[in-house]
């Protein structure tokens, strides 16, 4: 059973710091590419960074140069350190994980941990 298990989350004041880890596990497929994703409620679920097998990362502009993805591949664990917070940060993040190939790609997501942003 494929399993993404997040942890981190919490209360921050505005300019602070929070480091989100996400432990992937279950899957008999290879990890391609792991990423986190946010969403408020009433709104969509939105791309936050991602992170290929080889370090490859994207990030969503509203995050870039105050948040870095990593992970640990040993671990099959991605990390997302989030530096300079600010209230409109504030959400629900998601753990991302897609595993597999072409036709035989799937993807798996977490339950999600709070980030709440404080003035």
């Known amino acids: 059973q494929v399993q993404l298990v997040e942890s981190g989350g919490g209360l921050v004041q505005a300019g602070g710091s929070l480091r989100l880890s996400c432990a992937a596990s279950g899957s008999s497929l290879s990890i391609n590419r792991l990423g986190w994703y946010r969403q408020a409620p009433g709104n969509q679920r939105e791309l936050v960074a991602t992170?290929?097998?080889?370090?490859?990362?994207v990030y969503a502009d509203s995050v870039k140069g105050r948040f870095t993805i990593s992970r640990d591949n040993a671990k099959n664990t991605v990390y997302l350190q989030m530096n300079s917070l600010k209230p409109e940060d504030t959400d629900v993040y998601y753990c991302?994980?897609?595993?597999?190939?072409?036709?035989?790609?799937?993807?798996?997501w977490g339950q999600g941990t709070q980030v709440t942003v404080s003035s």
């Open positions: 992170i290929t097998s080889g370090g490859t990362t």
């Open positions: 991302k994980e897609w595993v597999g190939k072409g036709r035989y790609e799937y993807v798996y």
